[in-house]
């Protein structure tokens, strides 16, 4: 099955608006997105929830996206942890090398600075290698940030998918799992992380433009919300369509 028809792409952008409590499942949302600027972990954690649930619907049902309903608030609360909880764990190593690379960048110029105070530089020529040296492992350390950023992306592909259908946090560690999926279905799930990456982008370029104009900068967070709401509920049941169509290659 080819996900990506333009029957398909236009099915996940307009499904959103074919239920008949639309509305109100989207003021929910939009809602908790909102939420997200006074309280930035619970109303993700059920945002995330419903987005899994999305997955799910689309994997083990008839593979045509629906919104779910809003309800078992436990239990979305539960499966947005799980999904929080993996993500978290995937990017530390990301977060270690980014503050390492702050580190390396900025901490010889601290010493340089606190030795020139104290009159007690010792040859400046030392000095300014091991500052260009570090700045220039700083910026190798930020390259490797953004390329494993890219990666790690990628592999969310998968993995928040394999979580949202297992139901079990442990499923994104168990590498040999998911890893047979993304080989078997590998064009397809590359070409949804590209076509989604370029929408972030996209509204990324849009958020920029909105703080640039004083009037629109006021309505910044419900457009934002908006938008990132919109991105989600085209995302999830993109991602779930891939992976179901993974499971049948593999069958």
Known sequence: MDTFTSTNLKKYFSYPFEDKNWQGKLAIAGGLMLACFIIPVLPLLALYGYMMRIIKQVVEGDGQPTLPEWDDWGDLMMSGLKLMGEMFIFALPLLVLWIAGYGAMFFPAMLSGLAAESGDMGSESLWLVVTLL??????????????????????????????????????????????????????????????????????????????????????LPIVLSAASIYLMLFTMPLLGQVYRAALEKME
């Open 134 to 219: 570090s700045a220039g492992g700083g910026y190798i350390m930020f390259g490797l940030v953004v390329f494993l950023s890219l990666l790690l992306g990628f592999t969310q592909s998968v993995v928040m998918c394999h979580v949202a259908v297992t139901g079990q946090f442990s499923a994104a560690f168990r590498f040999g799992e998911w890893w047979r999926i993304l080989r078997s279905n590998f064009g397809e799930f590359l070409l949804a992380y590209v076509f989604i990456l370029g929408l972030s982008v996209g509204v990324s370029v849009v958020y920029q433009i909105l703080m640039m104009t004083i009037v629109l900068c006021c309505i």
